[in-house]
């Protein structure tokens, strides 16, 4: 019986031996130490022995057992490391092949400077205001200081509905129903929107394009609050560099009227094409409310004051971005609209 | 406005001052300079010769040999001008001279002769064709007589000169005369001007006696001047006057026309020269024209006049169309003798209106628009009358004829140095607040602590207090004043809850892979309302610029899909674009169309595109079904969203549906039409159009936190065959009501129509899941209310349950 024991054991460690797989293993420990088979049996035969030789085969048995155990444990951690290894080899990429790509899509260029801005007064403390694009010829000419017969409002320049209604020309509009609601209150906005002229469409020009203009009011509103704040917007779009200059201007809807040029952020103000050689670009046009218009609003312009400036957001994307024709911003084709995918900050 | 830096010298002096630092300066004042223009252009080597011989060249027809002197030397020069001729004076490219446009002169030969430079025409000096005087404009130049050969050419014809290109504002007016430069450089250098000496002896013979002077329109014409100079001599200008007119853009006539165009320039002010025998009546008659009355203007086009229309008669008939043209037949002519100068006030609106009517804007009409200075209207007539004696040698009468009617009084601002510093944010001291308006000349007194200013008339932009504040700012220097941030009563600023969302949904759009497109508003009658949400009045304009831009939109699909049509064509073969806008509907009471905010959004191409892991989708229906639904999750309204399948023009019959929130219809979504997706040489194509207002404004609960399920759920699915037409939102209805309150969730997941159902019929698979938030679900609770289920469904939707 011990022979047979130890010649079991030989034949086990064999097979172990043999076992290439965790599978094979599974069987060799099942065929050896499963209920079936030969160790069980020799368990089981025990009971044939004398009774003085029990304990001692008993114990012969239970110690062949547990080292065929442990070498099938060993065993089966070598195979596993190995089945491991070779999955692990198996699985292995080519890291560099494309990724799965997630389709983003991405604002208007047109919108992302409108954001930039509205954003920007917005932490300032202002509010957005909106109007209809189709408006009456009061607010959109006589409330703004242009009478009817002012040579700036000419038939020919803008698209007349009727003859008192008309595609609005510039966002002002906004403006002057903003003061008449607010009823003699302070206001601080800024108005973004498309507006329309009767302009061919070519590559500096749009009949529709869109504007975003800015109006205080309040009392002892100064031009200094005007040029702070300019100066401040000019920093926020185009670089803290950025130096600001006004220049004597026109419009009918203010007094005094400025230009805002901002030193070239090309040339950093030495000259170069952007700037036509002369060190500024023209940015925007602002001024101080006419008294006439806060007038006609119901305020009394020898108490209240205020400023407005106005700028075309395609005039700014294309200096920003370097677009060179109006006319990009409305024909969408994606190989220019997914060009500002990017996030600037 | 052509501002000669030569010809401002005259009356003022900027000479310490390079023409670029003159420009910045006057720039930074208010007036833009937008160029600099060197008449030179860099020429050099170009003098003046004396043609001593001229002979035809014998090889060439069209070519003359020319010996010409160039100052103490004989240069052989072949030249091809018709007008060359022996005698005259010319303008001569020596060899190695350099021509605009950088074009180098040498020595040639042509056919066989030698030519030893150019003789040149204006043009080729750089002046516009149309500036060359009428005798010279096809040829070569020729200059008077008593110039002398070998001299600079450069100099001679004034080219030595800078001119100022000024960009004025409408206001500024005043700046349209070479006296109104010179008051506005003067302010800005503060440097005094020397004004036109008006001086000549007078005839003994009185105009008045010589000519009759009535105004019937006295309101369009409230103030006439008339001069008469007798024994003129119509000939060329001098040629300094030549030179001046052409620096400023005017074409040179004849001396009498050119002095009237001078002063016009010089003064602002514009005049009109009439030959006295021509007007054959000694009689001038300002009236309206008569309905339909005719006259022949100087460029020789018959005009039929009306009733509003200004006009400058002998009593008889018209012979000027007042400030815009004169008439052909009392026009100044070689003959000449006797010149009657007119120098009027009309009044703007007249001139605007008669010079649109007619189609003509001049020099003159431009000045008169904009409403001419009352205190120079006689003077600038006698500066006219002393050049005639001077440059035409004629004999001016005594006295004018004049009708004057005019207001030329000063206007009066009184304004407080504090009002002024209150609005700039300044401390300007009111002694510079005076000392400006001393360098701008306009009479100011210090009274009470408030400056009290006489407007002198040349300046009819500064009307209100403001106007002065402008020119005290403008003069102090805006690089003065001081960068501050306005205080205002505040308000929190920021976003409207709308406005906010509007971003949301654009966000979310952009995060689900569409990008923004900006289309126009206006759209074709074709397109107008296609695909529009609702029946409604179109907005057409009443001048449109094409047919194709001249109704407001009612849907923003058609654009979208030419901006689709644009891009597949350029081959970018996947599209995936929204836009949110207005679009605009009918007639409010206020009498402006409803404008109404849309988000629209097309897709075609493929949506997922994949290729080495062969994942390849084309977008259908349901791609845009998922976008909506996104899009209602996030502004939490996907329980309220419904679809139902609707007929649309111009879409797919089949696969178009109207999207519901609540009982309101919001929108379309489906294919666009095979039918249109051809015409529009598109694939299979996608769109959607929703009104973004009212779905924005749709009032949603407040988001409140949902305790997380602490017992698990139970899931059981079942699978159906029902008629082919059964709609899945039918069967889940059904479902939805039999599950009662343990059925939390009703989801699709498998549908086949095919081999092995039936005709007719399809199967359906849906996966129910049962919960209650109290206590753990027994498996006879969920039996009970499945079998709920799949009795209701049998009954009501004739379903056949699948094992
Ligand atoms: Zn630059």
């Keep these: 019986m011990k022979e047979q024991l130890h010649e079991l054991k030989e034949q086990v460690m064999l097979k172990i031996k043999e076992s290439n797989t965790v599978k094979d293993l599974n069987d060799v420990r099942v065929a050896y130490l499963g209920k079936k088979g030969p160790i069980t049996d020799l368990l089981k035969g025990m009971g044939k022995l004398p009774a003085e030789e029990r304990p001692k085969m008993g114990a012969l048995v239970n110690e062949i057992r547990e080292s065929v155990t442990e070498i099938l444990e060993e065993r089966k951690e070598t195979l596993e490391q190995q089945a491991i290894q070779e999955q692990l080899e198996n699985e292995s990429i080519d890291v560099t092949l494309p990724g799965r790509p997630v389709e983003l899509g991405n604002h208007h260029p047109l919108t992302r400077v409108v954001e930039e801005i509205e954003d920007f007064f917005i932490s300032m403390g202002y509010e957005i205001a909106e109007g209809p694009e189709v408006e009456k010829d009061y607010y959109n000419f006589e409330a703004l200081n242009l009478p009817k017969g002012h040579p700036a409002r000419d038939m020919q320049d803008s698209f007349y509905i009727t003859e008192d209604i008309l595609l609005r020309t510039h966002t002002s509009p906004v403006q002057a129903r903003t003061m008449e609601a607010k009823d003699g209150a302070s206001i601080k906005i800024i108005c973004p929107g498309k507006v329309y002229r009767r302009d061919s469409d070519d590559a500096t020009h749009s009949h529709q394009f869109t504007q975003i203009e800015g109006l205080v009011v309040g009392e002892n509103i100064r031009m200094s609050d005007l040029k702070g704040t300019l100066d401040l917007l000019a920093k926020k779009l185009f670089g803290a560099e950025r130096e600001i200059r006004l220049r004597p201007s026109f419009f009918p809807f203010t007094e005094p009227s400025v230009e805002m040029d901002i030193s070239c952020f090309k040339c950093g103000g030495t000259g170069c094409n952007v700037c036509k050689k002369t060190g500024w670009i023209e940015i925007l046009g602002a001024g101080m409310v006419h008294p006439n218009v806060l007038e006609m609003a119901g305020y009394n312009p020898e108490e209240v004051t205020g400023f407005a400036f106005g700028m075309g957001p395609e005039r700014i994307a294309m200096l920003k971005y370097g677009v060179e024709d109006i006319r990009h911003f409305y024909t969408n084709d994606i190989r220019f609209i997914s060009q500002f995918h990017r996030s600037e900050a | ?625 998922g976008i909506v639904e996104g899009l209602f999750e996030q502004l939490g309204l996907l329980d309220r969203l419904q679809f139902t399948k609707a007929t649309v023009d111009q879409m797919h019959p089949g696969r178009t549906a109207t999207v519901w929130l609540d009982d309101q219809s919001v929108g379309i979504i489906g294919q666009v039409h095979p039918t249109v997706q051809k015409q529009r040489d598109l694939q299979e194509t996608y769109v959607m159009e929703m009104n973004l207002q009212a779905i924005m404004q749709t009032a949603i609960e407040e988001l409140l936190y949902e305790a997380v399920p602490r017992y698990p759920s139970i899931s059981r699915d079942i699978a159906l065959v029902v008629d082919r037409d059964t709609t899945a939102a039918n069967l889940e209805k059904i479902i939805k009501q039999a599950g009662g309150k343990l059925l939390k969730k009703v989801q699709l997941f498998d549908l086949y129509e095919g081999k092995n159902v039936e005709g007719g019929t399809k199967s359906v698979a849906f996966s129910l899941t049962y919960f209650d938030p109290e206590r753990t679900l027994t498996d006879e609770d969920v039996v009970k209310a499945h079998s709920k289920v799949l009795d209701a469904l049998t009954v009501q939707a004739n379903a056949q349950l699948r094992s």
Aim: hydrophobic share 40%; with cysteine.
């Design chain 2, 1 to 625: 406005m052509l501002v000669s830096t030569n010809w401002l010298s005259n009356y003022v002096d900027w000479n310490e001052l390079s023409v670029e630092e003159l420009a910045e300066k006057i720039t930074r004042a208010g007036i833009e300079v937008d160029g600099i223009i060197d008449r030179s252009f860099g020429m050099d080597n170009i003098v003046i010769g004396y043609v001593n011989n001229c002979v035809k060249h014998p090889e060439a027809d069209k070519l003359h040999i020319c010996q010409v002197d160039v100052g103490g030397e004989i240069s052989q020069i072949i030249c091809g001008a018709p007008n060359i001729a022996e005698g005259q004076h010319v303008i001569v490219a020596r060899p190695g001279a350099i021509l605009p446009g950088g074009m180098k002169i040498k020595k040639a030969k042509l056919r066989g002769e030698e030519s030893n430079g150019m003789i040149c025409s204006l043009q080729e000096l750089g002046i516009e064709g149309k500036l060359v005087p009428k005798a010279y404009a096809e040829g070569i130049y020729v200059l008077p007589n008593d110039v002398r050969a070998g001299d600079s050419a450069l100099t001679h014809l004034g080219l030595y000169d800078r001119i100022l290109e000024f960009d004025l504002t409408p206001n500024r007016s005043d700046a349209l005369s070479m006296l109104g430069v010179a008051y506005e450089v003067g302010a800005i250098l503060s440097k005094d001007i020397k004004l036109p000496e008006i001086s000549y002896s007078a005839s003994a013979e009185k105009a008045q006696d010589v000519l009759k002077l009535s105004v019937e329109a006295t309101e369009d014409n409230p103030m006439y001047v008339a001069k008469v100079v007798k024994n003129v001599k119509v000939a060329e200008s001098p040629q300094w006057l030549q030179n001046t007119l052409m620096s400023a853009g005017i074409r040179p006539h004849n001396n009498v026309v050119d002095i009237t165009n001078y002063v016009l320039m010089e003064y602002g002010q514009p005049l009109h020269a009439f030959d006295y025998d021509r007007l054959e009546t000694k009689e001038i008659v300002v009236r309206h024209a008569r309905e339909g009355e005719k006259m022949v203007t100087l460029d020789q086009v018959e005009r039929t006049l009306n009733d509003q229309q200004l006009v400058i008669t002998n009593g008889i008939e018209p012979v000027a169309l007042a400030g815009v043209m004169g008439g052909a037949n009392s026009e100044v002519h070689e003959g000449t003798t006797m010149v009657v100068i007119e120098s009027a006030y009309f009044a703007p609106s007249s001139v605007r209106q008669t010079s649109k009517e007619v189609g003509l804007r001049s020099d003159a009409s431009t000045r008169f628009e904009k409403g001419v200075d009352p205190n120079r209207v006689a003077e600038a007539a006698e500066r006219a009358a002393q050049l005639m004696a001077e440059l035409a040698g004629g004999e001016v009468l005594d006295g004018s004829v004049t009708f004057d009617e005019l207001d030329k009084t000063p206007q009066k601002i009184i304004l407080s140095p504090d009002y002024v510093n209150n609005r700039l944010g300044m401390k300007i001291a009111m002694d510079e607040m005076k000392t400006i308006m001393d360098r701008l000349q306009i009479p100011t007194d210090l009274i009470n602590g408030q400056l009290v200013m006489d407007i002198p008339t040349r300046r009819q932009d500064l009307k209100i207090k403001e106007d002065m504040i402008e020119e005290i700012a403008r003069l102090y220097g805006y690089d003065e004043i001081p960068k501050t941030l306005p205080i205002v009563e505040s308000t929190p600023g920021g976003l409207t809850p709308y406005q906010a969302k509007r971003r949301i949904v654009r966000r979310y759009l952009e995060a689900a892979g569409l990008s923004q497109a900006l289309t126009y508003s206006l759209a074709s009658p074709k397109d107008a309302q296609a695909f529009a949400l609702e029946t409604a009045p179109v907005t057409k304009l009443l001048m449109p610029m094409s047919e194709e831009r001249s109704i407001l939109r009612q849907s923003i699909i058609p654009h979208l899909l030419d901006a689709t049509t644009y891009n597949v064509a350029r081959r970018n073969e996947s599209i995936a674009l929204y836009e949110t806008g207005s679009v605009f509907l009918g007639i409010e009471e206020d009498g402006l169309p409803k404008e109404v905010e849309h988000v629209a959004a097309v897709l075609t191409g493929k949506w997922v595109h994949h290729a080495w892991q062969g994942e390849s989708k084309k977008v259908d229906f349901f791609v845009m079904k």
